[in-house]
């Protein structure tokens, strides 16, 4: 079966009614040889217990004490919590999504940065409860996480405990309050996952992750699957932990997009990473996509 681009005149018939007709983007995918090139990285999952740190029964009532989780967790010993949200959305409360992310985009961050994040300093902006802060610590990282929401701060500082990472800390923080004074100066490593599609203004926002960083960024965020240069505006409620941290207006870049913002504020070269078969749904579909970002 042959498919045919639509007509110009099917086009202006939709337009007249107020829709667009568009292609979209197919995801670039990796070639086996070069995923199996990648360092052989995995999660540490489930997370490592501190000796002699909180009993299976204390864990449980910390985590009972908060109505949300973005996180699944599972720890050593078989002690495991489901995520829990308000308006999940499809994928967010399957507990393997985080663990597939990991395989996707950490294997090429490691081999970015030489094999290996011993040593490195690394932001984890809008960290949530710390999932990605503490995969990087037990990578061997010193790692700063900070969100602007207060809870979630405190989950983080739970999974810390329970964890016994040293290497790691948050804190309560705006993203716009972002810089090097307020947190110590710049890092190696600047991770924005799943922020970027929260914000209201894109350019401004890379910009000052940009400023945050001294060698490379990893971008993760979902994108508009449209197949030019474009941006997507929503609104967006502050129903859930899993949303922006107050209510307004969001966009999301198409591919197209973020390559000419990062051309636009000045980053040195970037690389979007190639996917491949075992990635949540929403990249082979194209309406997510990551980057490694070289400032």
Not at 35 to 56: A, M, Q
Not at 181 to 200: E, K, R, W
Not at 242 to 259: H, M
């Amino acid at each position: 079966m042959t498919t045919h681009a639509p007509s110009r005149r099917l086009k202006q018939a939709f337009r007249y009614f107020g829709y667009e007709i568009r292609r979209m983007e197919t995801p670039a995918r990796a070639p086996r040889s070069e995923v199996e090139r990648l360092p052989s990285i995995k999660p540490f999952w489930p997370l490592p217990r501190k000796p002699g740190g909180l009993s299976d029964e204390a864990i449980r009532a910390a985590f009972a004490g908060f109505d949300l989780w973005h996180y699944a967790y599972a720890f050593e010993g078989g002690l495991s919590f489901a995520a829990a949200h308000h308006h999940p959305g499809p994928h967010s409360n399957d507990p393997t999504r985080p663990l597939k992310r990991f395989a996707h985009f950490m294997p090429p961050l490691v081999e970015a940065c030489g094999g290996s994040l011993a040593g490195k300093r690394v932001l984890d902006i809008a960290c949530n409860s710390g999932f990605w802060s503490i995969q990087c610590a037990l990578l061997g990282a010193d790692v700063v996480g900070f969100d602007s929401r207060p809870e979630l701060i405190q989950q983080a500082d739970l999974v810390k405990s329970i964890v016994g990472a040293s290497h790691v800390e948050f804190k309560v923080l705006d993203f716009w309050s972002m810089s090097p004074q307020a947190l110590g100066g710049t890092f190696d490593v600047v991770l924005n996952l799943g922020i970027l599609y929260h914000l209201p203004e894109p350019v401004s926002a890379l910009r000052l992750t940009r400023d945050m960083a001294s060698e490379r960024i990893v971008l993760d965020t979902a994108v508009s699957p449209a197949g030019d240069r474009s941006i997507l505006l929503d609104w967006e409620e502050a129903h859930d932990v899993r949303s922006a941290s107050s209510a307004g207006l969001v966009v999301y870049p198409s591919r197209g997009a973020i390559d000419l913002i990062l051309r636009h504020i000045g980053a040195s070269r970037w690389s979007e990473i190639p996917i491949h078969t075992d990635v949540p749904r929403d990249y082979l579909r194209g309406k997510r996509a990551s980057w490694i970002i070289e400032v």
